[in-house]
């Protein structure tokens, strides 16, 4: 048997395989045995996306080129635009997100547009069949009828990983890509976080110490880039939180088990001067109840005062996945220095998505090749 056919044949199983396994079995599998059912098998790179331990340093490397890429081409006018627009031209795209969503929303709805894709978007639950009792299941083998590409946010933690158990099921095996599942992760802003780190150092992200600062128990955004550290040599990571909002053992253990040094903190003003990136999250209290409420009021040793701007690296960076509040003095965001790059991580956030979507649909090539 050639390789080619060993290639081929394996794909097959795989194939056959995630059409008998059940939800209770796939569930409980390991992610490394998961990801088997999830990333492209002949490109190692993700078709459904649900979490950042799926991506390797290959793939993001080529993400972040690819987005590079996107970008100039866009910016070479009618040209640049109509190639890209042609790129998915035909297809159509179901933003299903229910709960709220401001950037990943408009981000994705952008670089869908960008990319020539028609889009539908589902964003109230109490409008589409699941409020009639629907099942999850049902909804997402519905929505496949219609669209060839499906982004999700649910407060579910589960609920995008049993969409793509169905979609495996299915003879409309389209890609889904978690936009945020629960406190759990949310893979598409690591994914803008890394690029921003990227773009902030200039393509050299190894040995950077990272401070990530606030609510690193409920935030699905620190959990998902923390994950991503794997792929990066001597990085460092400070957590600075609340003693009961604190990074969970499961991202602990994680890290630990990857060699990836990590010290918890309580003040953050101590460890700024140590920092290339500092990462600020909101406090997430939709999710506070009984007696955790109150935990919305983050003391001062979280916050980031103007004058810490003082403290930092010259060359460092100040993150925020946003949407912000307090956390950060409200100046700072309209200050001018260049260390602050939230609204250029926004930004950055449209064109790591594009990059994703050409990269499931394997239109990166086309994109690499182009010249402007
Ligand atoms: N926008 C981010 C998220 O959806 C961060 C946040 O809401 O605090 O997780």
């Known amino acids: 048997m050639t390789v080619k056919n060993l290639i081929e044949n394996n794909r097959g199983i795989i194939k056959e395989r995630a059409r008998q396994i059940s939800w209770l079995e796939f569930a409980a599998m390991e992610e490394k045995e998961k990801i088997i059912f999830l990333n492209n098998s002949k490109t190692g ?108 946010r649910h407060p579910d933690e589960r609920a995008v990983e049993k969409g793509a158990w169905v979609l495996n099921k299915s003879d409309r095996r389209i890609p889904i890509i978690n936009a945020g599942s629960g406190k759990d992760q949310h893979p598409t802003q690591a994914l803008t976080d890394i690029y921003t780190l990227h773009k902030s150092f200039d393509g050299k992200i190894d040995s950077r110490t990272i ?18 550290m794997r792929n990066y040599q001597n990085m460092k990571l400070i957590f600075v939180s609340p003693f009961r909002l604190r990074m969970e053992n499961d991202i602990k253990n994680f890290l630990d088990r990857h060699h990836i040094p990590y010290q918890e903190e309580d003040n953050l003003e101590k460890v700024i001067s140590l920092a290339d990136a500092i990462y600020m999250t909101r406090i997430q209290d939709e999710w506070d109840k ?43 965001g309209y200050s001018n220095d260049k260390r602050v790059v939230f609204w250029r991580q926004e930004r950055n956030g449209m064109w790591i998505r594009v990059a994703l979507i050409a990269v499931i649909f394997q239109k990166e090539q086309k994109i690499l090749k182009y010249t402007t």
């Open 45 to 152: 790179n993700p078709f459904h996306v649900l979490f950042a331990q799926q991506f390797s340093r290959n793939s993001l490397n080529l993400l972040c080129q690819v987005a590079d890429k996107a970008r100039a081409i866009h910016k070479y006018r009618d040209e640049g635009r109509r190639f890209l627009k042609n790129l998915l031209f035909g297809t159509y795209a179901l933003n299903f997100i229910i709960q709220p969503s401001t950037r990943t929303f408009l981000s994705f709805q952008t670089a869908q547009e960008i990319l020539g894709m028609s889009i539908r978007d589902i964003r109230d639950p109490n409008t589409s069949s699941e409020a009639k009792g629907e099942t999850l299941e049902d909804s997402v083998r519905t929505f496949s009828s219609y669209v060839d590409l499906m982004i999700m």
């Open 211 to 228: 401070v990530m600062c606030g609510d690193l128990q409920r935030g699905r955004t620190v959990r998902s880039l923390s994950y991503l």
């Open 290 to 332: 009984g007696k955790e409420q109150g935990v919305q009021s983050v003391g001062p040793k979280y916050k980031f005062k103007k004058e810490y701007l003082n403290l930092m690296k010259e060359d460092a960076v100040l993150m925020h996945p946003l949407p912000k509040r307090h956390e950060i003095d409200e100046e700072i």
